[in-house]
């Protein structure tokens, strides 16, 4: 990785550019191997990444304790939590087996004899990612822009710095070893160099923002460069008025509670006025024991207000039930918070989804395959869930090695956006000396035969 102090932006682009014609050029072997070159080094320098890591998380918890960084984004931060270097690597090496995106040949016809149309996949060229806190990312998407044949410019939050600058030394040291130029991934620090690369849309073809909608907007605002907007994750479960309780109550505290500081974790839950009496206080029990905090509308908020206390919620000292206000059912909480309103059936719910939502994920619980399908047909997300977890929404739980991020955008790619969503095409013609002026219609003219090609 080419150090990024003595350029410009302007020099950090052209680099990138320099970097990404070598890319498509090299074999999917050399694209391999260089992928190989850096999990050998990550597993060898995990000690030194995990030290950087914990300065970043020392300084996050002074932050914290003095109300300037939220508990979410120090969860994030953290990459000694159990499993997540291992799912890092994981990643890598998913990506590495996958096969080779490039040069794919996904359309071939017969224009004419001798003359013959191919459309192949094709590298985007260079990616400017501009994450938050979370270290592993660096790793994850160095890893799917070398893959796909991409050079990246990386800018991460200065909340994990000393974590960045350890993995981004460790990679580049990777690439030196390699047939990849270390320009195919770069790391830039400030806040200033990413404001000057917005500029660089002569070398730079995509900007792909993960983080708030603030920040996907404040890029689309100052950039030139197409955006790949990857925005909050306001999440919602409907529960149908035949959801099965048991899946219900698995599902809603695995989708709130298994890491509720990711953006795929749910934050609204939609309950049909049904389930008041009896599904819906079940559900709010098992969500309490589990330490979630409940905002409620008037109506669910009265149904476990009138249940004996006998039968009733046993109450939870790390939790509340309080009344939800409209701001709510907008809000991406990313802890262990819910807002909970009640619908009258499905039409509301999905209109409800449809208006207060991101278009990340969301998901209905019911027994009826036909009103799941009216569900997943209707919304307007990039994943539909029936009788799922939302935390599936993920690009390694897809089985796409890992991802840039999710895509809430609704031309290119949509969803965790893995190898296929750092893809393009072009068209290859073949010919033997034909002029377009010899087909059309009139005496003398060819005529185009238009015929598949098998491939």
């Known amino acids: 990785m080419a150090s990024t102090a003595p350029l410009t932006p302007t020099e950090i ?17 050399d694209r391999d191997a260089a992928l190989t070159a850096v999990l050998t080094h990550l597993q060898a320098n995990k000690d030194a990444i995990l030290a950087a890591n914990r300065r970043d998380m020392e300084a996050a918890q002074a932050l914290l304790s003095q109300g ?7 969860k994030r931060l953290d990459l000694s939590k159990p499993g997540k270097w291992e799912d890092m690597l994981s990643g890598i090496e998913q990506v590495r087996g996958l ?3 490039v040069g794919k040949t996904t359309l071939a016809t017969k224009l004419d004899d001798g003359l013959a149309l191919y459309r192949v996949t094709s590298p985007i060229g260079v990616l400017l990612v501009i994450f938050e806190a979370r270290p592993e990312v660096i790793a994850n998407i160095a ?8 050079a990246v410019i990386l800018k991460g939050g200065k909340e994990s710095i000393h974590s960045f600058a350890a993995i981004a030394k ?6 030196a070893t390699t047939a990849i130029p270390r320009g195919a991934v770069q790391l830039v620090e400030s806040r200033e160099e990413v404001n000057s690369l917005l500029a660089q849309d002569q070398y730079i073809d ?10 996907v907007r404040y890029i689309k ?4 460069i197409p955006v790949m907007g990857h925005a909050d994750g306001l999440c919602a479960i409907y529960v149908h008025e035949d959801a099965d309780p048991a899946k219900s109550v698995n599902i809603l505290i695995d989708a709130k509670t298994d890491y509720p500081a990711a953006c795929n974790a749910v934050e609204t839950l939609l309950v049909h006025s049904s389930t008041l009496t009896k599904l ?14 409940l905002r409620c509308d008037e109506r669910s908020l009265a149904a476990l207000e009138s249940i004996p206390s006998t039968a009733g919620i046993v109450p939870n000292p790390a939790t509340t039930i309080t009344p939800a206000v409209e701001a709510d059912y907008r809000t991406e909480f990313l802890d262990l918070t819910l807002a909970v309103k009640t619908v009258d059936g499905l039409d509301e719910a999905i209109n409800h989804i449809n208006q207060h939502g991101s278009g990340h994920t969301d998901a209905i619980l019911t027994e009826s395959k036909e009103v799941a399908d009216e569900f997943l047909n209707r919304v307007d997300s990039a994943g539909v869930f029936w009788n799922a977890s939302t935390r599936f929404a993920d690009g390694f739980r897809y089985g796409f090695g890992t991802e840039v991020g999710i895509s809430t955008n609704k031309i290119h790619a949509r969803g965790p956006v893995g190898l296929e969503g750092l893809m393009i095409y072009k068209y290859k013609l073949l010919g033997s000396g034909q002029g377009a002026s010899s087909y059309g219609s009139g005496e003398g003219k060819r005529q185009f035969k238009h015929e598949s090609i098998p491939f």
């Open 143 to 150: 890893s799917l822009a070398l893959k796909s044949g991409n």
């Open 206 to 215: 995509l900007v792909i923002p993960r983080g708030s909608n603030e920040l």
């Open 221 to 224: 605002e100052h950039t030139k």
């Open 68 to 74: 300037e960084l939220s508990q979410s984004l120090v």
């Open 280 to 293: 819906w206080p079940q559900i709010a029990q098992a969500l309490i024991k589990v330490g979630v905090s």
């Open 13 to 29: 682009a052209q680099t990138a550019s320099l970097a990404s014609h070598v890319l498509k050029a090299v074999s999917g072997a």
């Open 170 to 175: 460790v990679v580049g040291e990777a690439l």
């Open 99 to 101: 096969p080779d995106p």
